[in-house]
C-alpha cells in the first residue's frame, strides 16, 4: 500500500515557476512508475509527466514538454514536478500517482492517487 500526499501548488503569474512534491509512504515506492496529472475546472483529467522506477527515463504530454520537468528520488521516497513558464492553461488540480502502466499516460495503468494540490496561473 503507497499513500500520496502532494504540495507546492499556489497562485504564480504567467511566465513563473513552482515545484510540486509529492510525498509517498511505504517501502515499495521504487517498485513503481510515478506519474502527474491535471485536471482543469469542467475537464478530464490528463496526463502530465512520468518517471520510471530507476528515474532514467521520463515522459511528457506535448503540451509541457520543454517546460516541466520530472525527477524522483526512491532515497526519500518523493517525486517532483518542476514547472517552468508557467500559462494560464496549466491552471488545474495537479495529481500524483504511482503504478505499474502498461502505457505511461494511460490513467488506468495507475493504481494510487494523491488528493491533489491546485495550480492557478494568472495572465
Known amino acids: 500500500q503507497v499513500q500520496l500526499v502532494e504540495s507546492g501548488g499556489g497562485l504564480v503569474q504567467a511566465g513563473g515557476s513552482l515545484r510540486l512534491s509529492c510525498a509517498a509512504s511505504?517501502?515499495?515506492?521504487?517498485?513503481?512508475?510515478m506519474g502527474w496529472f491535471r485536471q482543469a475546472p469542467g475537464k478530464e483529467r490528463e496526463f502530465v509527466a512520468a518517471i520510471i522506477r530507476s528515474g532514467s527515463r521520463t515522459y511528457y504530454a506535448d503540451s509541457v514538454k520543454g517546460r516541466f520537468t520530472i525527477s524522483r528520488d526512491n532515497a526519500k521516497n518523493a517525486v517532483y514536478l518542476q514547472m517552468n513558464s508557467l500559462k494560464p492553461e496549466d491552471t488545474a488540480v495537479y495529481y500524483c500517482a504511482g503504478g505499474t502502466p502498461i502505457v505511461y499516460s494511460d490513467q488506468r495503468g495507475y493504481k494510487y492517487w494523491g488528493r491533489g494540490t491546485q495550480v492557478t496561473v494568472s495572465s
Open positions: 511505504g517501502r515499495t515506492f521504487a517498485s513503481y512508475t
